[in-house]
């Protein structure tokens, strides 16, 4: 199967196989922790790479009908078989499941039909017509990509159903698997180094390699980098951890690999920025990766922030720190790039670069330029004088200044930006001071031709237009004259020296610059599926690769970056404690297709460097998941032990850590969808941010809420109801995410909607340990849980042990306590017409009430037949009533064949029949 491309594969399917999830169910086979040959290993990952693409695409099928679509306008044969130019409408991007507008990338897969389906069903009606195709060439000066190439499978005879294809809709794109693809197999146009994959294939604790011959070799420099990196206040575990990666680099007798394990809060990024600075001093090559653009585009931020604390941010020539050797590549529109990022981004660099190296506006028309006006000022302005037709010309020295302050504004624009974005490798040491002096010569320069004193016969003389004994009355020169023509000549021989030491290209394109500075960048930052663009670059050889969030990348994606070209060290940086990669297929579940490279080595007792001081949880809240997940081995830091880390949020009226135990909720299925909601916990969540904002109102403290849901329905849910209500509020933020979104991420406060409400204890995915992990490690300040404790303790999971120790902390809070709480919940099952949920003892109806309430079997029945949701709420309000004491002083109705003990009271055209009993209290 290894012969075939992926993108072929999957072009060869029909929708029925797509949707066929016993379609590799027999082929799939558990993969294991050893292997035993690099065959082996990598054959092990093929199929199940198939099985999930098919997965990924059939979950996109099943909800066609809320795909970006577009109907095609034409449709012609591009030259090579299965290829094809189209020309489609606007892009329908109204609703779907992707998010924002559609732009259409390479990669794509699309379908081709004859109609628009609503469902996968409908391709298989007959006579319909359809094909999948990919996307495989994007105009990318077209702005609304309405042209575009596709390819589709050669056996599919489509020049005969040319014209019955109207429709295109988008289905997904598989870029990523097909990298993952190339990279399992002998890819001619891949680097085939698997020197550390063959390392892996049955490893032994690699990070005990460590050569006896380098060790004392160490000691110097890890002594000064140990100094400098205890400096910035990392802790002993950190700097241990980056001790460890400096001997193993300096070290070069063999491959090596190790783990950095980093529990939520530990200083895990802080670790990656400070162990960056290391290996660029110590010039080795690094490239970092991480599954997920916003975890390349957080280390990398974090990094650039970590250069300022190492006091690194101005150079010793003072000149700004040179970033030129650091770069993030990767798609703009899916990494969110701030100014500062901006500086290191490769399309940023690349349009700064080009317009550098420009021959009618770079770095050569610049130097020329201001040659020109130093040696030659005059005789332009002569020019000037000759085709002005103008009766009062501006005056030389005028004319000479704005010539001047215009030329060197955009000369030093132009050296700024090369000093910021050319690697350090094209700057000597003399091009260096060169630069700094020309800067302070321009500078200079410039005041003296704003000097009062400076005369237009003065400022001839200082440029060498006019010699003293020609000047009038032969007027000796004066200090400034004499300054300006000093300053004039450094000037010119540093423009010279530089044009020569830089020797710069000149009308270069965008593509040789994107791969020149690729290929000469230090510190290269880019997702592990971006890393496949390396392989097709003629760059220097990589030394050490860093892979951060490692435990949520699936070990074949992580094999494109450890085929780099001379690859030698391996650093893996996560917590497989936390969520692991997404797998969508059942069969790639089973067979443990979503297990990390981290998480296998950790299941071969691999060794890992524990990061052990959280500096983020109130240690109310560290307490459970510490306990829970990491045998009590984190250490809460100094900060967050201070009295003063809380005092912002005493006034809330839940603390810390609280269960808001809700009974009267229902779970159910948003749409034909699994997602699943929870509407009387969506009202007691808005109603928490409510209050939140009232005590925020009152301090003036910023305040940021993270609400937090393992289901998307309830998140949309959520999101619906709290609109932007608070959107303008300045310094309270509310955002709500799936758990999934979360990961990563922290607030002040965190609120986490459970939604499960059920008697058999059935949590579904919320079960796994992984996901209760993140959900429980978010809050700095507050962690409040509304879920019903009930479900949660019968689940049998790590969410029985959270009840019983909530409990046993007296940290449970019974949302039937709160009147407001109780009031929204009748209204919300009013709203919904659920008031049956509310029939029992427990429920925030009758829980409180001074008389207890009992219903019957027989009642229960009677009141679900109810179709009149007016006459349920009548009843029910009733009983509400009955249960607070109250009692009618109209005479008891009598009714043949009820006990005189009995109560009758008539409600429209029914009777409720009702009495006391007393209650033995054990």
């Not at 650039?304 to 020539?317: S, V």
């Not at 020149?516 to 392989?535: D, G």
Request: contains cysteine; charged residues 25%; neutral net charge.
């Amino acid at each position: 199967m290894g012969e075939v491309d992926l993108e072929d594969l999957v072009l060869s399917w029909a929708a029925k196989e797509i949707t066929d999830d016993d379609l590799y169910r027999g082929k799939v086979v558990t993969i294991p922790c050893n292997f035993k040959s690099l065959d082996h290993y990598l054959v092990s990952f093929r199929v199940p790479l198939i099985e999930e693409t098919r997965s990924d695409l059939c979950s996109r099928l099943q909800l066609i009908s809320e795909a970006p679509s577009s109907k095609i306008r034409s449709m012609e044969v591009a030259g090579k078989s299965g290829l094809y130019f189209m020309d489609v409408d606007f892009w329908d991007n109204d609703a779907g499941f992707s998010t924002g507008n559609y732009t259409m990338k390479n990669g794509d897969i699309i379908i081709l039909s004859s109609i628009k389906p609503e469902s996968a069903e409908d391709l298989s009606h007959h006579g319909v017509t359809y094909c999948l195709a990919m996307v495989t060439e994007v105009s990318m000066d077209d702005e609304y990509q309405k042209s575009f190439r596709v390819k589709v499978a050669n056996n599919i005879g489509l020049e005969e159903d040319l014209n019955k294809l109207k429709h295109a809709i988008f289905l997904n794109n598989i870029t990523t698997s097909m990298r993952i693809w190339k990279a399992l197999i002998f890819d001619r146009h891949m680097d085939n180094n698997f020197t550390v994959i063959k390392s892996l294939l049955a490893p032994t604790n690699l990070g005990e390699d460590v050569c006896g011959v380098c060790i004392k070799r160490d000691e110097g420099c890890l002594a000064s980098f140990t100094e400098q990196l205890l400096s910035i206040k990392l802790n002993r575990s950190q700097v241990d951890a980056i001790e460890s990666v400096i001997s193993a680099v300096q070290c070069g007798h063999v491959n090596l690999m190790k783990l950095i394990w980093g529990p939520p809060a530990t200083g895990k990024t802080e670790t990656v920025s400070a162990l960056l600075w290391v290996l660029a001093c110590l010039k080795c090559r690094t490239l970092t990766c991480a599954p997920t653009n916003v975890a390349v585009v957080g280390v990398c931020t974090r990094f650039l922030q970590k250069l300022k604390d190492f006091n690194e941010h101005i150079d010793e020539n003072g000149l700004p720190f040179s970033l030129g050797d650091i770069l993030l590549f990767g798609s703009r529109s899916n990494m969110d790039i701030t100014d500062d990022l901006q500086e290191v981004f490769l399309d940023f660099r690349v349009d700064k670069l080009v317009e550098c190296f420009s021959s009618s506006s770079g770095w050569n028309y610049r130097i020329a330029s201001m040659v020109s006006i130093l040696e030659d000022c005059a005789s332009r302005y002569d020019m000037l004088l000759e085709d002005d037709g103008k009766i009062d010309p501006v005056c030389f020295l005028d004319f000479t200044k704005k010539q001047f302050d215009a030329t060197a504004i955009a000369l030093k624009r132009c050296i700024m930006n090369l000093w910021a974005h050319l690697p350090g490798r094209c700057f000597s040491h003399d091009s260096v001071i060169n630069i700094s002096m020309l800067l302070k010569m321009l500078e200079k320069l410039g005041v003296l031709l704003s000097d009062i004193e400076l005369t237009d016969e003065g400022l001839k003389r200082g440029l060498g237009c006019l010699s003293t004994a020609n000047s009038v009355c032969a007027k000796p020169i004066s200090s400034i004259e004499k300054e300006l023509d000093e300053a004039r000549y450094t000037c010119i021989k540093l423009l010279k020296d530089l044009l020569h030491l830089l020797n710069l290209p000149t009308g270069v394109d965008k593509n040789w610059v994107k791969n020149y500075c690729i290929c000469n960048a230090t510190l290269l930052f880019c997702t592990t599926s971006s890393s496949y663009q390396l392989h097709h670059m003629d760059i220097a050889p990589l030394d050490v690769l860093i892979v951060d969030e490692a435990a949520q990348v699936r070990e074949c994606e992580l094999v494109i970056s450890l085929r780099l070209h001379w690859l030698k060290y391996v650093f893996l940086v996560g917590d497989d404690c936390q969520l692991s990669a997404m797998v969508k297929s059942k069969v790639c579940k089973e067979a443990g297709f979503g297990t990390s490279l981290f998480k296998r080595l950790v299941k071969l007792k691999f060794e890992k460097h524990l990061l052990n001081i959280q500096y983020r949880m109130n240690p109310c809240i560290s307490l459970f998941p510490n306990a829970q997940f990491y045998e009590r081995k984190m250490l809460d830091g100094s900060n967050v032990l201070s009295s003063s880390y809380n005092k912002d949020f005493t006034c809330l009226p839940f603390g810390s850590y609280t269960l808001i135990n809700v009974t009267d909720g229902r779970e159910d299925k948003e749409g034909t969808g699994n997602s699943r909601r929870n509407m009387v916990e969506v009202a007691i969540v808005l109603h928490l941010i409510h209050t939140i904002f009232k005590s925020w109102k009152k301090t003036g403290q910023g305040f940021s809420i993270g609400v937090v849901s393992p289901y998307n329905a309830q998140v949309d849910a959520i999101k619906t109801r709290l609109g932007k209500k608070y959107d303008k509020c300045d310094g309270f933020h509310v955002r709500v995410k799936s758990i999934e979104g979360f990961q990563g991420e922290e607030d002040d406060i965190i609120i986490l909607s459970t939604v499960r409400s059920n008697g058999t204890g059935v949590l579904g995915f919320l079960a796994d340990n992984q996901r209760t992990n993140v959900a429980l490690t978010r809050a700095r300040h507050c962690l409040w849980i509304v879920g019903n404790a009930h479900t949660l303790y019968k689940s049998g999971t790590e969410w029985t042990d959270l009840v019983a120790d909530a409990e046993r902390r007296k940290c449970v809070f019974s949302a039937t306590n709160d009147a407001t709480i109780c009031r929204l919940v009748l209204q919300v099952k009013q709203e919904l017409d659920e008031l049956d949920d509310l029939l029992n003892a427990d429920s925030v109806v009758f829980s409180n009430t001074r008389w207890k309430v009992i219903l019957s079997d027989e009642f229960r029945k009677s009141f679900t037949k109810l179709k009149s949701p007016q006459l349920r709420r009548e009843i029910l309000q009733k009983l509400i009533k009955l249960g607070a004491g109250w009692r009618t002083t109209v005479k008891n109705l009598d009714i043949p064949g009820v006990s005189h003990l009995a109560k009758v009271y008539k409600v429209r055209d029914l009777y409720l029949i009702w009495s006391i009993d007393m209650e033995k209290i054990e």
